[in-house]
C-alpha cells in the first residue's frame, strides 16, 4: 500500500519553491502544488477556503472557486480578505492567466471531465502546472458495489444513482495529454482509513443520489443488507473503515 508522502519526489518536481513543513504534512497534496510568493494560483473547488488561505499564506496569490453560493458565502465570512468566487468549473475563463490550478478532494463530483480539464488548460500560462487530487477508480468499491446488488436484487436501476466520476490513472492521465497536457505525476493511493461513523453513516450522507425515489421505509431496510453485507469487509476489532483511493496527478500546459 502506497502511503502517498511524497514529499522527496516533490521537492524534484518544484525546487525553488517553499512552504512550511507542518502544512505539507496536513495535506500532502500541497507538497506537490509548492506555491511560491507571488505566484497567482487557481483553487477550483475551494470550498471553506482552508486549504486557498494555506497557499495565501506563503505569499501566493490564490484565487478561489466554488459552484456552491453557501460555500462561498460561508468562505467570505471566514477570509474576508481572499479572492473567491461563485463559478463553475466547466465554464470558468480568465483573462488573465494563471501560473499554477490546484483542486482538492472536488473533481471526482464533476462528471463532465473533459470540460473542466479544457476550463483549467485555458486559465494556465504555457509552461503552467495543474496539480489535484481527487478520488479515483475503486473509492469505496466495496460499500458501491453492494448498494448497486441490493438495488438491483429489489428492482430498483443503478442507472443513473452514481454521482461520482472515479478515472483510473490511464483514463485520466490520456484526457490530459489530448487536451495539450504532458503529465509528469500520476499516482494511485489505496487508503483502507478508519471511519468511526461506519457504513450507516456513508450510505444516508449519499441517500440522495443512491435511493432517489424510493421511500424511507425501503431505503432503511437496503441500508441494514448493505451494512449486514460489507461488515466482514469494512469493520476490525469493532472499528468500521473506507477502503478509499485516490488520483494525484501534476501535469504541465505545454
Known sequence: MNNGHSFDQAN?????HSIPFTTLQE???LSLLQPS????????????????A??????????????????????KLKYPDMNIQVENACHY??????????????????????????????????????????????????????????LNAR???WEGRNPWYHPTIGEYANLLEQNGFRVSLAQHVDQFTSFKPGARKWLTSFAEYLFSGITPAVQDVIMEAVEKKVQPQLMRDGQWYLDRSRLRVVAVKE
Open 12 to 16: 524534484e518536481l518544484w525546487s525553488g
Open 27 to 29: 495535506t500532502p497534496i
Open 37 to 52: 510568493h507571488g505566484e497567482r494560483i487557481l483553487d477550483v473547488g475551494c470550498g471553506n477556503g482552508d486549504l486557498t
Open 54 to 75: 494555506k497557499i495565501a499564506a506563503v505569499g501566493a496569490l490564490p484565487t478561489g472557486i466554488d459552484f456552491s453560493e453557501e460555500t462561498i458565502r460561508q468562505a
Open 93 to 150: 475563463r480568465t483573462e488573465e492567466p494563471f501560473d499554477a490550478v490546484f483542486s482538492h478532494a472536488v473533481l471526482h463530483w464533476i462528471q463532465d471531465a473533459p470540460a473542466v480539464i479544457q476550463s483549467i488548460q485555458l486559465a494556465l500560462k504555457t509552461g503552467g502546472r495543474f496539480v489535484a487530487e481527487f478520488a479515483a477508480n475503486g473509492n469505496t468499491a466495496i460499500l458501491i458495489t453492494a448498494v448497486r446488488e441490493e
Open 155 to 157: 428492482g430498483y436501476g
